[in-house]
């Protein structure tokens, strides 16, 4: 056997799992972006786990199945939710390491081959992680580069994540399956943030590693599972106290991790220029952690000139909005009021 034959044998192999839902018009997208991994001899199969898509990405679906033989797509009936999905998925493959990709994302070409490196020269090592790209349009020249935090070099691995929440996107993950199944899978009765709570989990019983390129293009839409929902600060609220039941140290943490999720979210929407949205969450961040200062100054800003903040801002951040779907431009920011028992949008 020849040197680099020897070198292919002893490499791990790599399942890829991907979720799909109504993404017809992506999945092809998603589905190619594996198949031209610089690595993709390293990849044993690729299952797609489908939760009852109509006809049309069904048709897609059925087409994607020809491409390679590797391929093997999993019809479900509907209703199942992407944490079942992703274990139904994970556990009709058997490589020793895992890929997640959600159905709209795209992978950039090296992810693989950078991720196995690191992963296979540890075996406490369970999950590798890396930065990512946010885009909106099918033009990735409009990415933008997220800020994605290092936290492996903490000492404590779960209180870092539990309060810095890097964040880690699963489509930029590969992950150890014995890591995976010391934890327990995804929890299906978590459906929102159920990545938090895997992480949470996994963090116990496993070291991670941080891949600071961004080897993920991650695609925002408002239909997804987080976008325009209102009881989000509920979710994290949820999350944080399984974890703090599992791990008391971490019951002292949650008002500084809700705080912090409450900062971020009314930026987000501060961003958008929905204020309305915004003001009870930074609200909200600074009774919670009376000492955190960032939320203090976000609430400053949206209580005495938000309008003239928001312009800055929103022309600083031009590139930012476009990779998160906003509108082009400057949006003028509007609130909602009741007048005469009719909701009409005002100036805030």
């Given at each position: 056997?020849?040197?680099?034959?020897?070198?292919?044998?002893?490499?791990?192999?790599?399942?890829?799992?991907?979720?799909?839902?109504?993404?017809?018009?992506?999945?092809?997208?998603?589905?190619?972006?594996?198949?031209?991994?610089?690595?993709?001899?390293?990849?044993?199969?690729?299952?797609?786990?489908?939760?009852?898509?109509?006809?049309?990405?069904?048709?897609?679906?059925?087409?994607?199945?020809?491409?390679?033989?590797?391929?093997?797509?999993?019809?479900?009936?509907?209703?199942?939710?992407?944490?079942?999905?992703?274990?139904?998925?994970?556990?009709?493959?058997?490589?020793?390491?895992?890929?997640?990709?959600d159905g709209d994302d795209v992978w950039a070409r090296d992810k693989l081959e950078r991720q196995v490196v690191v992963l296979a020269a540890?075996?406490?090592?369970?999950?590798?992680?890396?930065?990512?790209?946010?885009?909106?349009?099918?033009?990735?020249?409009?990415?933008?580069?997220?800020?994605?935090?290092?936290?492996?070099?903490?000492?404590?691995?779960?209180?870092?994540?539990?309060?810095?929440?890097?964040?880690?996107?699963?489509?930029?993950?590969?992950?150890?399956?014995?890591?995976?199944?010391?934890?327990?899978?995804?929890?299906?009765?978590?459906?929102?943030?159920?990545?938090?709570?895997?992480?949470?989990?996994?963090?116990?019983?496993?070291?991670?590693?941080?891949?600071?390129?961004?080897?993920?293009?991650?695609?925002?839409?408002?239909?997804?599972?987080?976008?325009?929902?209102?009881?989000?600060?509920?979710?994290?609220?949820?999350?944080?106290?399984?974890?703090?039941?599992?791990?008391?140290?971490?019951?002292?943490?949650?008002?500084?991790?809700?705080?912090?999720?409450?900062?971020?979210?009314?930026?987000?929407?501060?961003?958008?220029?929905?204020?309305?949205?915004?003001?009870?969450?930074?609200?909200?961040?600074?009774?919670?952690?009376?000492?955190?200062?960032?939320?203090?100054?976000?609430?400053?800003?949206?209580?005495?000139?938000?309008?003239?903040?928001?312009?800055?801002?929103?022309?600083?951040?031009?590139?930012?909005?476009?990779?998160?779907?906003?509108?082009?431009?400057?949006?003028?920011?509007?609130?909602?009021?009741?007048?005469?028992?009719?909701?009409?949008?005002?100036?805030?």
């Amino acid at each position: 056997m020849s040197r680099d034959a020897m070198i292919a044998a002893s490499e791990p192999s790599v399942a890829v799992v991907i979720t799909c839902y109504n993404e017809g018009a992506y999945i092809g997208v998603a589905v190619r972006s594996v198949l031209n991994q610089t690595r993709v001899d390293l990849i044993e199969s690729i299952v797609i786990a489908d939760d009852g898509s109509e006809p049309d990405t069904l048709a897609v679906l059925k087409d994607i199945e020809r491409w390679d033989t590797r391929i093997r797509v999993i019809y479900g009936t509907g209703g199942a939710g992407l944490p079942a999905q992703r274990n139904l998925a994970i556990r009709a493959t058997t490589a020793p390491f895992f890929a997640i990709l959600d159905g709209d994302d795209v992978w950039a070409r090296d992810k693989l081959e950078r991720q196995v490196v690191v992963l296979a020269a540890s075996p406490v090592v369970g999950l590798a992680y890396s930065g990512y790209f946010t885009f909106a349009s099918d033009d990735l020249s409009d990415a933008h580069q997220a800020k994605v935090l290092d936290i492996t070099g903490e000492e404590n691995t779960t209180r870092a994540f539990f309060l810095r929440d890097p964040p880690i996107i699963p489509s930029a993950t590969l992950i150890r399956r014995s890591a995976f199944e010391a934890c327990g899978a995804f929890d299906p009765t978590i459906r929102v943030f159920e990545d938090t709570d895997f992480y949470l989990r996994l963090s116990r019983k496993c070291r991670f590693v941080f891949i600071p390129a961004p080897l993920l293009y991650k695609r925002s839409r408002a239909s997804s599972i987080t976008g325009g929902r209102s009881d989000l600060m509920a979710y994290h609220a949820l999350v944080a106290l399984k974890a703090a039941a599992d791990d008391e140290e971490l019951l002292a943490l949650v008002p500084q991790r809700l705080s912090e999720r409450a900062r971020k979210l009314g930026n987000h929407y501060f961003l958008q220029g929905q204020f309305a949205k915004a003001r009870p969450l930074l609200g909200f961040a600074t009774k919670i952690q009376p000492g955190n200062l960032r939320a203090w100054g976000s609430r400053v800003v949206i209580v005495f000139f938000p309008r003239v903040a928001h312009a800055l801002m929103a022309r600083k951040w031009r590139s930012r909005r476009t990779a998160m779907g906003f509108n082009e431009g400057v949006p003028r920011a509007t609130c909602t009021k009741v007048v005469n028992g009719i909701e009409k949008s005002v100036d805030c």
